[in-house]
Every structure is written in structure tokens, then in C-alpha cells.
């Protein structure tokens, strides 16, 4: 079975470098707020091209600190709402949601998958103070337009780049085209830590020290709390690893690069949709390569017979949740139907070409008509 992930190899790349990371914590005995943490905050600020970047215990954390601080600082008031997409991992809804925000959902594209500024003027109202841009599976929404459109209703616009590590338009890289950014760090990321983690980005002075302040139980000054704060730190160890897996960022997606365009050359089936390559001098991180058959779970036994592991991102969209049953969201057909037709197939650093082969022509293989597994 070709798995959808292998981690083992994956970090096992960077294996001896890593050890010698948790060596030098372990022997510097400061495992919380210490240098490492530090260090990468201000590598990653300068990788993103911002002025900060404030560590956090996980990518739902890292949202919503920032929608949290934002509250703190005056900017936004409870009720006010916020728009998502309905097609997006169920953290960017709940992390508006424990911050009594209203939660109004933004149809997706159905070709890039993203929010677009016509899908969000459509759904802006009255009480819209934020657009919660997500770039999902590391393709970045048309943040250009989003933040033209930001900027004259007077909105805030945050990104949630928990896909989207090293991912760029025109020049410019997730994480420094909103007011604010969340990333999710977790192991199976573009950028992964061996546990645990998230980072936020931002040009905003006041909200970073906020952000730093909440983190900390509200506290500027320790046993000082100014604020009803969390515990949601990046701790030591991993702040380490993360500093030497953010040196192979670049090289790791420009990998995935490689396999997403064989994919898009050589999946070649009326069934088997395969998602756009990003236009000359942009970058996607490939996180996800999801494509979309109509007979999506006809597709998913096929290639398992075949000795492919897939799998669905998301099958249930926001809207369709049991945790939001009764909170009155609106239809949003096309993240509906879309989560009904995705697919994600293995794309990973170390894939082998073999396998590659293997899955393109299982791709190939495929057909509706075909029953168990058997061949045309």
C-alpha cells in the first residue's frame, strides 16, 4: 500500500539533525519562553517578510489569539460577524465561535476551492467586520483583491495559512497579506513540528504584544495579568525542530511542485479531475492535492485496491456539521457539493517516482463502470 503519508521518511530525512536539536534543549534545561522559541519566532517573521511572528500551542489557537486580541484592543465587539469559508477544516469556524463572533459562511470557488472577492460581497452585511481568508491545501485565495476589498469597507482581514508555509503571489508569501495570519505547525504540515504548534504573523505592533500577552495567562509582566489569558506556548523542544525543518521549507515545495505537475500531466481521465498549477513565479505548498470526481467514493475503493491510501479533506463542510446543527448557518451548495466529490491523493517529500507512476496510472485505470476493483 503507497501510504498518503509517511512521516517516518519524511523527518527521518532530517533525523540526526534533529536529534542533536533536542540534545542541545535537553542540555540547556529552559524548556518554556527561552531562546529556541525566540530564534524561530524571528526566523519565521523574517522568512514571511513581517515584523512578527508570536509562537502558539496549535494552528485553532493561533486564529483565535488573534480574533481574541483583536477583541481586547477595542477593534472588533462580540456579535460581530465574521465570514469563513463553508468548505474549510472545522477549526477556522470554532476558533470565531468561542469568541462570541457571528460565523457567516462564504461560498468557495469550485475550481480553486477558495473564498473569492465576488463570493464575499455576496455574502457581506451590516455587522461583517472581518473576512477569515483560508488558503486551502497551500493555494493561496486572490488575497490582492481580498485586501483591496478590505481596505475600502474598512474590514479586517486575517489568513488562515494553517496549509499554506512558504506558499506566495506576485512575490509576497502567506502570512504578510492580512492584518494577521495563523499557522498551524502540526507534523503532517508543510512546515511540521513533531507535535503540536502554531505560529501568528503580523505587521501590527500592538496586536503582536497582545497576542503575547494572552498567550501568557494575560500577563505582560509575570504574576501581572492584565487580561483573562490562555496557556498556549510554543514550547522549546519544538521551537528547535522547527528551526531546522524550516530550512528545507522551499526545497520540501518545490518537490511537492514536481509530483503536483506530473500528476496534472499525466492524470489524464474524464473522471478524475485534477486541480490548476499556480501561474509562472507563484508558489503553492501543495499540503493538498485534491482532485474531484463525480464518483469520488466509487474513485477512493478503486485506488485502495489498487494500493493507494487517499483520502478526504473535508467530507462534511461547516454548514453540514452536527456541532453547528442549530446555529441557523447558510446553505452553501457549492462546499456541499464539493465535499462530496474531493479526493486527496499521497504528495509528499520522498514520494518515490514508482509510486507516482503507480497512482497516475491507477488514476488512469479508473472508470465508473468498473466493479471490485476489476480491470476495463
Known sequence: MIPFLDLRSVVGRQRDDLLEDFRRVLDSGWFINGHEQKAFEAEYAEYCGVRHAVGVGNGLEAIRLILRAQLELGRLQPDDEVLVPANTFIATALAVTEC???????????????????????????????????????????????????????????????????????????GSWGHAAAFSLFPSKPLGALGDAGIITTDDDALAECIRALRNYGARVKYHHDMKGVNSRLDEVQAAFLRTKLKSLDSDNQERHRIAERYCQGINNPYVKTPSLPQFGDVHSWHIFSVCSDHRDMLQEFLRKKGVETLIHYPVSIGEQPAYHDAGLNKCPVAESLSRRVLSLPIYPGLSGGHIQTIIDACNDFSPDIRSGDEH
Do not use: C, W
Not at 122 to 132: D, F, G, M, P, Q
Not at 145 to 164: K, N, V
Open 100 to 174: 462570541n463572533l457571528v460565523l457567516k459562511l462564504v461560498e468557495p470557488d469550485e475550481h480553486t476551492f477558495n473564498i473569492s472577492k465576488a463570493s464575499v460581497e455576496a455574502a457581506l452585511s451590516e455587522k461583517t467586520r472581518v473576512i477569515l481568508a483560508v488558503h486551502l491545501y497551500g493555494e493561496m485565495a486572490d488575497m490582492a483583491a481580498l485586501r483591496a476589498l478590505a481596505d475600502h469597507r474598512g474590514l479586517l482581514l486575517i489568513e488562515d495559512a494553517a496549509q499554506a508555509h512558504g506558499a506566495s503571489v506576485s512575490g509576497r508569501k502567506a
